[in-house]
């Protein structure tokens, strides 16, 4: 550790920091401010993980797992454990005090480890009987002499290069967490400092503990905000250069679901620790075996679990871990996304896990956050998603070093990414919707012109659905805009005069007097993180409050899915049936049903997100584990990807969709409705819309609504005469579009 030198206003040469964030999820970002706003000034994406839970090798050597033959803490390697084998452990565990016990073997362990090893020896929760079969993988630091590879710090040191770090696992000393983590990092700096690492890692424990989604993962958000912009202001007050470079060393994936492994293989007549041997990283089991007959055994009962997947050579290729040393694993069966094997060897069973990593490297949500800044280039640029390999030679460049001369690992890609309305960024498309924008801005600042104007809905988060058709281009999606201010009432009603004007199917103008004080809702959040202001006051979005995914409730994810039920029975019978053609705006309501019953099941995971780029990989990834039905799944993730590339009708869709829409809201609603606490899904979808009605106790639309759940079910199939079922249908729809619009 290093003491500055200077003061804190002098100004010098040139700083290059890494700054990681431990467990930062790239949506995380839309959920700062700070941050937020410097991703708009640098170049961002996504980092995968190497496979495991070992990263360092990967960001300061540029080496894989099977470079460095290991992916895990901890390695079954029993003749170089630090651990002292105690003869006839389990005798000794009945009469001697477990916990002394345990202690003077972690001491022991201690004695014989570096300073950095030792901070692994609690053994986290592997069971004290067996930590005498494991060795600690990386029990050097990768400044050390003996760390097994030449490393970032060591070709600093070589150029004479002066650095810093302040980092995991010597930062569990640091008091103050994160805040004592920044301070102590900052007294280092000397002007002499040419590169600094700093961890910081409240947001894995929160993750771990309350869920990605939840208010205290806002919180800490928070927090960590507001620590990265006083990183950000102290090197600028000292350096004339600053590159920095955040990352998250993973991402948090919300756990829906926990299995006990040891119970499900012993319920099978496999023992651990008699037939084989097994130690549980979370989300990972990592098997070695006695013999190849057992090994096969074992194999076979765990291809018929439905919880995960055994990996073959081919999936550990695919991420460079397919030629470790055995002592690794000699089988790695992985839970899917979103389920955790409790206990585990680092929580007990007696933890209650809302958020985990280690899954596969290429699920999203497991990926971090990578964000690329310097003080010279402040052009808003695209990353995509790097390997974490391609930390080393990113650091290397931020130093001024050449990383040819030190790697073969390629460095970080950035391409210019200017902001858009739409996902493709078509000429032709931005311009449309430009044009549109420019148009509704005027007749809305006309009426309201002291109230602030947001796009939210597709078009705000710039995801808008714009094709080029037979009739030129044509804007797929509704206009949503929010007018804020003392005149926004004026604006009220303006929305069927701007569809007309513009040619969509809807246009909503929702005025607000004020955005402080709004409660928590779908619409709300979306509003706050995925508008944008196109007039007036810029930080009019900025004083909605910050609310967490978790804060949406159950009867606002019933409420959406009963919107789309009413945006189905909008579509003509015959229309959906097969008997005519499907319409563009048939596809809309379609899509837009079954991407509803895909965004009510993430709200009711408390991890919803206003960019539908997010959501859409997070409901492929969490199904499994949600045990949704995969035919059901599939018309789910088809309408995602549609949203996120529309097509002219038909597109990707037939008129037997109409009937899977039914069938997934109906397993969405049941879904809601058991979490809820609800007897009737149905009775909930229609007390939720009634929820935002004025009168509260309006019994026409009430009336209205029930008719609409009734014939939306009745039409699944041909139960009804289809010409009584159309005029009910037609009547319906009238009466719903009269009271609503």
Known sequence: MRQSACSPHSIVESIALLVLLDAFRPDYLWRTEFLRDLARRAAVGAMEEPFGFLPRASYFGGLTPNETGYSNIFAREPWRSPFPCVPDVDRVLAYADAATMRTRIVDEARQRLSDFGGRYADGFAIPTRELSSYAIA???????????YRSLFHILDEAGLPWVQCSWPYTRAVAGADAGIVASFLDQLSEETRFGFVHLSQLDAVG???????????DALEDIDRLCAVLYTRAHERFDRVRMLFFGDHGMVTVVRTIDLLEELRGRALQPGRDFDLFLDSPMARFWFRSGVKRDEVTSVLRRFDFGRVLDAHDLARFDADRMHPSNGELLFVAHPGIVFSPNAFQDSAVQVRGMHGYLPDVPDNRGLLLSYDSADRTPRSIGVAQATQIFPACLRMCGLDPAEHTTVPPLREEPAPRRWTTAGILAHEARVSDDLVRARAAIASRAPASAIAVTGSFGRGEGGVVSGAHGVEV???????????????????????????????????PLTSAAGLPPSQLHFDLRYGGRVIAGDPCALDRIPAFAPSDISLRDAARLLMNRIAGVMLVPLPEQRGHEALTQFAVNQLSKALVGAGDAYLIAAGDYSSRCVDRAPRFSALASALAIDGRLAAAIEKAYRYKLNPQPAPGVFRHGDFVIARAAIAAALRQLAAQASASCEWELAVAAALDSIEPP?????????????????????????????ETARQRLADAWLAVCH
């Open 138 to 148: 990386e029990a050097t630091p990768p400044w050390g002499p003996r760390c097994g």
């Open 208 to 218: 771990h503990e309350s869920g990605p989604g939840s208010a205290a993962m806002r």
């Open 476 to 510: 797929l999606n509704d206009y949503d805009f929010m007018v804020i201010g003392p005149d926004a009432g004026n604006a009220a009603g303006l929305g069927t005069q701007l569809a007309a004007s513009l040619g969509t199917d809807f246009c909503d103008v929702m």
């Open 697 to 725: 106790g309006d019994m026409e639309r009430r009336a209205i609504l029930e008719k609409l759940t009734v014939l939306f079910r009745a039409t699944a199939a041909d139960v009804i005469d289809p010409a009584i079922a």
